[in-house]
């Protein structure tokens, strides 16, 4: 206890110091250090605070600090005309710091401010003891902009300062008494604020600017229970805080009498505790509520008359019982009846001995307007004033007479008043006074008794009158002398109203969190415009205004790391919604078959309606990223719009626009009118990385705490690098077809070359203009496409994928029309036709030695697959060379021949039940027939050809039945 004691009445010096600037020269910033802080020291003279109710303690001790470490803040400097260079400009300092508040124990730390400025508030929520706050507020300082110091980030922990309190775990790695190897002062009955387990951030400059701490503390009681009537069952708990806030005064006065350590140290059996207890009762139904921090030293009578004149109370050690007793100056009807006076003593000719003075006050002596100063927590602790004033005294005196009063206990701006009036009352009324001497039946009064007086000569009967001082005088004498006031509350009370707000509003509304906000990795195309290498990792932001904000900052992390600041903007997007489901389109991509409507929800149609400019060409659309649009994934150029019934019509648009492809939307999905507003921020990323952004709000007022924004995560995959997936524009001579339904010999074609007919538009990434690219194929744009970057189109053939989905085959092709064949899906689906189909289309391409496939792809499901020519035949299998085909059993007597469109260069072989291997179709042949064959014979077939990449389709023909009775897929 010693050493606590010892270390917390240090006092502390801030000696405030300027960082050095980086010099002009291209040269990075050096780090400021530990010692170039000039952190306080520890000196004696300064008292450990003592508070009661909710106060702000404006000057912590620090009593330790370490721990620092530093941060590189770089910046992009133009070094010349092309080039650039990264310099470091300054350093983010982190820091641990201990500040000691008061003594112990604390009951809550509500609120902390830096400087003038709010870090945290935890008043709905208050931390108790060994309780944390995080804050993370980089801007809090002003950022990292030009002029600005930084901001602030941490956890701190709250140590209230009980008697049982344990180690700081932070504090026990760098602070030891003695050095280095002792034990770490726990600090019971110290109340300290701590780092929780990393130093604080306190900005990019060593100037550190104070700390202020509100906290909570309700006096402290051993109070007695059961010690004898009328005590028994007394319980102060209920009237501990007043008005949820301050302390009770008179468990303040209890406290101060009591305690030991730095109060009187009387027992309870030196108290009247019915009148304690009786008196904070009456407090606490009055609002008379008391906080206050003392900071200096202070004789426990001078803090016993100010607890005391708050309450408007009498402090005095009973004559009768030798117990210090607490008597409140009210009616006696207002007072509790456990401690109500009784009836009063009169004095009269019976009694008085002598009447030494008697004077009826002038007005010339009372005051008219009274102020009363104290500290408002209301309003930021604040000092200021409550008023009264009385209209009857000034026109009594025809002049204003005013007085100041100061009560240090209130911190309430509604008690302030009634203290006020409480005082005027006492003050703009002339009382009475009188000295008398009364005989030895007054033996018993006590200061603040009530008297009454009767004299004929003077006037006065059952004239009711306070004691302000008494004297027993000696037992020789039998003579009491008493010093008489006018009892106040004889006269009337005049009615009054809180003190009245003053009318002021911020104009500049508190920043809140956006409702729509969107960051996402930015395609080629954004980069392009703003920046000499587009193929670098970015992320666009973009947000809805709510307000009040001018714009927006953003900050990104990955990782554990701090959140920084990267980049900002000060345009917001507009965003409306689907009137009703988008598909995707059977038409070329920018004739939609019917026009869609976007609902004005929650932007305004005029708004919406004139952010797009339509009066340019498709081709500058594409070159500016004009009236772009973004509904789920897929980005839409507007090149035709309209106002519709109070709704926005897009009538002409390109749809899968820049590296996008064609969606399915829903009913009230979003739609982003992303031209309206929003930034691609400047901040580069590796690919993999996790990144973690917000998007704060900013105005005058400042920015968005960090903590109020929520998270969007990106995983950042090379979108820039990679290729735009084609356009679709025809399968089998349909328009951009989604079919239900398929027949694999629908395209154009024979035996051989039947299939899926697809013709498409390949789209580069090197080409600016973003429309040029889907009106006609990239290669017809560019003499360098596809050579230049080996662009293919891949497509993938799925079948089942709706039950057991299994990947046929992946293919590939540089042109602009190809062919899925149907021998081909039948050759990897054993022969068999598959029952659905998904066919997924996409880009693939070298950037940088690197192959990378396209961020979207096209997806073409169908559910229902045929093959008109092989329906009802019997499947014989896919066979490579020297492998036999399925067994065929025969279901009509006569011959069978084998057919094939194309000769092979081998021979094709028969082997009949089972039998040996013959030649059917020797080679340079189409066709072969076999011998006559019976009902129930079986029949194989196989072959022997070389032909890389072959595959055909035979067809088995039942002569007798004069049709095709199995079909068979020979391939190598």
């Known amino acids: 206890m010693g050493f606590l004691i010892t270390l917390l009445i240090f006092a502390v010096l801030f000696v405030l110091s300027e960082l050095l600037r980086p ?172 780092p929780n387990s990393s130093p604080f951030y306190v900005g990019n400059s060593a100037s550190i600017r104070p700390w202020k701490f509100e906290v909570r ?140 003075n008697f004077t009826r006050g002038a007005w010339d002596g009372t005051v008219n307007q009274l102020l009363l100063e104290f500290n408002d927590r209301g309003d930021e602790y604040k000092q200021t004033f409550a008023g009264a004033q009385d209209l009857g005294n000034i026109r009594v005196q025809d002049q204003n007479v005013r007085a100041q009063v100061r009560y240090p206990g209130v911190k309430d701006a509604s008690l302030a008043n009634d203290l006020a009036w409480r005082e005027l009352l006492t003050q703009s009324y002339p009382l009475a006074k009188a000295s008398v001497v009364v005989d030895r039946t007054f033996w018993d009064t006590e200061v603040g008794d009530i008297v009454e007086l009767n004299d004929d000569t003077l006037g006065v009967s059952d004239f009711q009158m306070r004691v302000a001082s008494v004297n027993l005088g000696s037992l020789t004498e039998g003579e009491v002398r008493l010093d008489l006031v006018e009892d106040i509350f004889r006269a009337a009370i005049g009615s009054f109203a809180d003190v009245p707000g003053s009318g002021w509003e911020d104009p500049l509304a508190a920043l809140v969190a956006f409702d729509y906000e969107a960051a996402f990795e930015s395609p080629r195309a954004f980069s392009s415009r703003v920046n000499t290498s587009p193929e670098e990792a970015r992320i666009w932001c973009g947000a809805r205004r709510v307000g009040a904000e001018s714009g927006f900052d953003s900050w990104a992390r990955t990782g554990g790391n ?64 004009a009236n772009l649009l973004k509904i789920g994934n897929e980005l839409f150029f507007i090149t035709g719009a309209s106002k519709v019934g109070g709704e926005l019509q897009i009538d002409t648009v390109y749809r899968g626009a820049i590296d996008t ?98 013709i498409l538009r390949r789209r580069d990434y090197l080409i600016f203009d973003e429309v040029s690219h889907m009106d006609a194929d990239a290669a017809t744009l560019s003499t360098f496409f596809p050579a230049s970057t080996q662009n293919v189109t891949r497509y993938e053939i799925t079948k089942d994928y709706a039950t057991t989905p299994v990947v046929l085959f992946t293919d590939e092709d540089d042109t602009t029309t190809w062919v899925v064949l149907r021998n081909k899906i039948l050759r990897y689906n054993a022969g068999a036709v598959p029952g659905s189909l998904r066919i997924r289309v996409y880009a693939r391409h070298v950037d940088a030695a690197e192959t990378l496939d396209s961020r979207d792809e096209y997806t073409i499901e169908i559910p229902t697959v045929t093959a008109t020519s092989l329906t009802g035949l019997f499947n014989g299998g896919a066979d490579s060379a020297g492998t036999s085909s399925n067994l065929y059993v025969v279901t009509s007597n006569g011959t069978h021949t084998l057919r094939i469109q194309t000769a092979f260069a081998n021979a094709i072989q028969v082997s009949i039940n089972g039998g040996g291997w013959t030649t059917l179709i020797a080679g340079g042949a189409t066709s072969g027939v ?34 095709d009775a199995a079909y068979w897929v020979p391939y190598v």
């Open 930 to 963: 076999t011998a006559a064959l019976t009902i129930g014979d079986t029949v194989a077939f196989r072959h022997s050809e070389t032909t890389a990449g072959l595959i055909q389709l035979a067809y088995l023909r039942d002569n007798a039945a004069a049709a």
């Open 562 to 625: 701090p959140y920084a600041k990267t980049g900002d903007s000060t345009g917001f997007v507009l965003i409306g919604k689907l009137k009703a489901a988008l598909t995707k389109s059977n038409t070329v991509p920018w004739s939609p078959v019917t026009a869609f409507v976007i609902k004005p929800d929650p932007d305004d149609l005029d708004l919406m309606y004139d952010s797009l400019d339509l009066t340019l060409s498709k081709n500058q659309i594409g070159q500016q990223l």
């Open 661 to 758: 492809v064609q969606e399915d939307h829903a009913i009230d999905d979003e739609c982003w009118i992303l031209s309206a507003g929003g930034n691609l921020m400047p901040q580069t990323w590796v690919a993999g990385n996790v990144v973690n952004t917000k998007l704060l709000p900013k105005s005058l007022a400042g920015l968005l705490d960090i903590g109020d924004a929520s998270d969007i995560n990106n995983t950042m995959s090379k979108r820039a690098r990679r290729p735009y997936a084609p356009v679709y524009y025809f399968m089998n001579a349909v328009i951009l077809n989604y079919p239900a339904s398929l027949d694999l010999e629908a395209g154009a074609g024979s035996w051989d070359t039947d299939g899926i007919d697809f």
């Open 23 to 194: 010099k002009p020269q291209m040269e990075d910033a050096k780090p400021a250090g530990l010692g170039d802080f000039n952190f306080p020291t520890a000196t004696e003279g300064r008292a450990v605070p003592l508070v009661w109710g909710t106060v702000r303690i404006a000057g912590p001790n620090v009593v330790w600090y370490g721990n620092l470490f530093t941060q590189a803040i770089s910046e992009n400097i133009k070094t010349g005309l092309f080039s650039s260079d990264d310099v470091t400009v300054g350093y983010r300092y982190y820091v641990g710091m201990q500040f000691a508040l008061c003594r112990g124990p604390v009951d809550q730390l509500r609120k902390v401010w830096v400087g003038d400025n709010v870090l945290f508030d935890r008043s709905s929520t208050p931390i108790v003891h060994d309780g944390t706050e995080s804050f993370s507020k980089p801007w809090f300082l002003g950022g990292d902009d030009v002029g600005g110091n930084g901001g602030m980030w941490g956890t701190v922990l709250f140590k209230a300062g009980t008697d049982t309190q344990t180690i700081s775990s932070y504090l026990s790695t760098y602070q030891k008494v003695p050095p280095t190897t002792g034990d770490t002062p726990v600090y019971r009955g110290g109340c300290y604020v701590v």
């Open 217 to 356: 503390r309700w006096a402290r009681h051993d109070w007695p229970t059961g010690i004898s009537d009328p005590y028994s069952g007394l319980d102060p708990t209920p009237y501990y805080l007043v008005n949820g806030a301050d302390a009770n005064p008179a468990l303040v006065l209890y406290e101060i009498l009591t305690n030991a350590e730095w109060g009187m140290g009387l027992t309870n059996e030196d108290l009247d505790i019915a009148s304690i207890y009786y008196t904070a009762q009456l407090c606490y139904n009055e609002g008379n509520g008391f906080s206050m921090i003392l900071d200096q030293q202070q004789e426990a009578s001078n803090l016993l008359r100010v607890v005391a004149e708050q309450m408007d109370a009498i402090v005095v050690l009973s004559q009768i019982d030798g117990l210090w007793t607490v008597k409140p100056i009210r009616p006696t009807a207002d007072l509790p009846v456990q401690i109500q006076p009784g009836t009063p003593k009169v004095i009269d000719e019976s009694n008085l001995i002598k009447l030494d």
